[in-house]
Antibody
Framework: EVQLVESGGGLVQPGGSLRLSCAASGFTVSSNYMSWVRQAPGKGLEWVSVIYSGGSTYYADSVKGRFTISRDNSKNTLYLQMNSLRAEDTAVYYC??????????????WGQGTLVTVSS | SSELTQDPAVSVALGQTVRITCQGD??????ASWYQQKPGQAPVLVIYGKNNRPSGIPDRFSGSSSGNTASLTITGAQAEDEADYYCNSRDSSGNHGVFGTGTKVTVL
């Protein structure tokens, strides 16, 4: 059974850092595209970042240069290192497995989410 | 980057049909996928590709696409279909994801 379990969220001051983890089971993280998606309170979904099976990484303009996506193959875990956090980064962060193909992509499994609150 | 625009809210009578649309330039190149989200829960994939449903998704959900518009249709809406729905696609670069603005569906 495929499962994704996020952890690492919490309260952090503006300018601070936080590392989110997403532990996967039932499949191999390194063989799949893996993404982070966030949702600010009362708002819609926002794509944040993706790491391809080959290791290439891409980021939304809103987090580029501040966030880093990575994975640990030995732990079958996805990470999101978040630096220089701002109030507008406050959101529930979801990890998701993504299937990409020439005519599109989709997210077939999602974690339950972890809340990040940036506030003084 | 691309934008995907959805109507903020639609309502449908129990058992009737509702269509949710998603507009954006990237949809001329990529199919949309659709997600259902209920309060306090993670999104759930309901439609992907040309018109594919994951296992466990009822066949009252269907998808279509024309030009720069993708559509999700619920035929015979049920009370449990009341939720927020989001479309998703790749942007014009093909490497960035983009979500629609979301549509709240109310079943009357």
């Amino acid at each position: 059974e495929v499962q994704l379990v996020e952890s690492g969220g919490g309260l952090v001051q503006p300018g601070g850092s936080l590392r989110l983890s997403c532990a996967a089971s039932g499949f191999t993280v390194s063989s799949n595209y893996m993404s982070w998606v966030r949702q600010a309170p009362g708002k819609g979904l926002e794509w944040v970042s993706v790491i391809y099976s080959g290791g290439s990484t891409y980021y939304a303009d809103s987090v580029k240069g501040r966030f880093t996506i990575s994975r640990d193959n030995s732990k079958n875990t996805l990470y999101l290192q978040m630096n220089s956090l701002r109030a507008e980064d406050t959101a529930v962060y979801y990890c998701a497995r993504e299937w990409g193909y020439s005519y599109g992509s989709h997210f077939d499994y999602w974690g339950q989410g972890t809340l990040v609150t940036v506030s003084s | 980057s691309s934008e995907l625009t959805q109507d903020p809210a639609v309502s449908v009578a129990l058992g009737q049909t509702v269509r949710i649309t998603c507009q954006g330039d990237s949809l001329r190149s990529y199919y949309a996928s659709w997600y259902q989200q209920k309060p306090g829960q993670a999104p759930v994939l309901v439609i992907y590709g040309k018109n594919n449903r994951p296992s466990g998704i009822p066949d009252r959900f269907s998808g279509s696409s024309s030009g720069n518009t993708a559509s999700l249709t619920i035929t015979g809406a049920q009370a449990e279909d009341e939720a927020d729905y989001y479309c998703n696609s790749r942007d014009s670069s093909g490497n960035h994801g983009v979500f629609g603005t979301g549509t709240k569906v109310t079943v009357l």
